[in-house]
């Protein structure tokens, strides 16, 4: 398991073809020295998808920064130019 998943930080569930990623409080502490590992945990898997569904769980977030709204960003950039969906 990826350190960041070890802290919480998010889990990655599919559900058919879509990847739901549930974001845990932690991600309100995410700081930029873990942003590029925490954009490859969500990213990876979405690399070889044809039209990736993305879904992110923020039920358990109460607030977050810049630092977590660039791994959105980079997810959506990834997600938008091979036809695919990234919903909050």
Same mark, same amino acid.
């Given at each position: 398991?990826?350190?960041?998943?070890?802290?919480?930080?998010?889990?990655? @569930?599919?559900?058919?073809? *879509? $990847? &739901?990623?549930? +974001?845990?409080?932690? =991600? @309100?502490?995410?700081?930029? *020295? $873990? &942003?590029?590992? +925490?954009?490859?945990? =969500?990213?990876?898997?979405?690399?070889?998808?044809?039209?990736?569904?993305?879904?992110?769980?923020?039920?358990?977030?109460?607030?977050?920064?810049?630092?977590?709204?660039?791994?959105?960003?980079?997810?959506?950039?990834?997600?938008?130019?091979?036809?695919?969906?990234?919903?909050?």
């Amino acid at each position: 398991m990826a350190p960041l998943e070890n802290e919480n930080v998010v889990d990655l @569930e599919w559900h058919g073809d *879509a $990847l &739901v990623v549930v +974001a845990r409080g932690a =991600v @309100e502490t995410l700081n930029w *020295a $873990l &942003v590029e590992e +925490a954009a490859d945990i =969500v990213l990876d898997p979405l690399r070889e998808t044809p039209s990736p569904l993305v879904v992110f769980d923020m039920s358990d977030v109460k607030y977050f920064g810049s630092v977590f709204m660039a791994l959105l960003l980079k997810c959506q950039r990834i997600v938008k130019p091979r036809g695919g969906l990234l919903v909050l």
